[in-house]
């Protein structure tokens, strides 16, 4: 089955990977700028990180017949340097017309600080003007749910489609907030944090697959490119219908993806 995975780090990633997933029937996925496993001391080293992104990754998948697209923005870790930050911010219209860039993304908070927050909405500030869709981080484990909910509350404050938005790393406790409030919701299948895909398809099962995308976000850390179809073969073993399992891997992320003008789609 093709699917495509709608958030995955492949910067950190070996071109092994890349036949890999084109082997496991991947197509097509997005990259969200994310932290480089250390903080960045410049705007400019976010110049060749967004380069990267946009010209060097989508050649390297393109050699496995994947389409690799991209998110810009400085991540929510290093956003605490709020001078750093709004830097970046200015640098990156430049980049927004590049043929793979889908928005602004992976916006969103870490530790639930308020330059963060201040980072946050400077960023979804920047979304409006452009006319951009946005891809959310929301923190990990004990920081999640406070931080989530600051970030509904701040995504409140903006005009923009809740179509657009796409909130990741959703779990349990969280996935019905995002819903209830008309985003898009992601769940990121990890071997250590965030969600099994055994846990990945309760909720599916418990709050349907309208508006809801599954992804690796395979990093620098404990993390498994090929989660997707751990999961395509999880909801096989249950019993799911063969066009139920592609609405989730395939035809959802596609069509979250399609408000974006420089997205297109071969497979």
Not at 114 to 141: C, G, K, W, Y
Not at 167 to 175: A, N, P
Not at 207 to 233: H, M, Y
Request: proline share 4%.
């Amino acid at each position: 089955m093709n699917y495509i995975d709608p958030h995955i780090h492949m910067v950190s990633r070996t071109t092994d990977d890349y036949e890999t997933l084109a082997k496991m029937g991947c197509v097509a996925m997005s990259e969200p700028a994310f932290w480089a496993g250390f903080d960045r001391g410049s705007a400019e080293s976010f110049r060749d990180y967004f380069n990267q992104l946009t010209d060097v990754e989508p050649k390297r998948a393109a050699q496995y017949g994947i389409q690799h697209f991209a998110w810009l923005c400085i991540n929510a870790k290093e956003a605490e340097n709020v001078e750093l930050s709004r830097e970046v911010l200015k640098l990156i219209p430049e980049f927004l017309d590049r043929p793979n860039v889908l928005g602004i993304g992976e916006i969103g908070l870490n530790k639930n600080t308020r330059n963060e927050a201040i980072i946050f909405q400077e960023h979804m500030e920047l979304a409006v003007a452009h006319d951009q869709s946005v891809l959310i981080h929301t923190p990990h484990l004990a920081d999640k749910y406070q931080g989530t909910r600051m970030i509904l509350d701040m995504l409140a404050d903006h005009s923009i489609d809740r179509h657009r938005i796409l909130v990741d790393h959703v779990e349990e406790h969280t996935i019905g907030a995002v819903l209830d409030a008309g985003y898009w919701a992601g769940m990121t299948l990890y071997p250590v944090t965030k969600c099994t895909p055994s846990r990945a398809v309760d909720m599916i099962e418990k709050f349907g697959a309208e508006r809801l995308c599954v992804n690796s976000a395979g990093d620098w850390g404990p993390s498994k490119p090929t989660a997707v179809p751990d999961l395509i073969l999880e909801m096989r073993r249950r019993g799911h219908s063969e066009a139920l399992i592609q609405k989730v891997v395939h035809d959802n992320p596609k069509e979250y993806f399609s408000q974006s003008k420089n997205f297109s789609l071969d497979r």
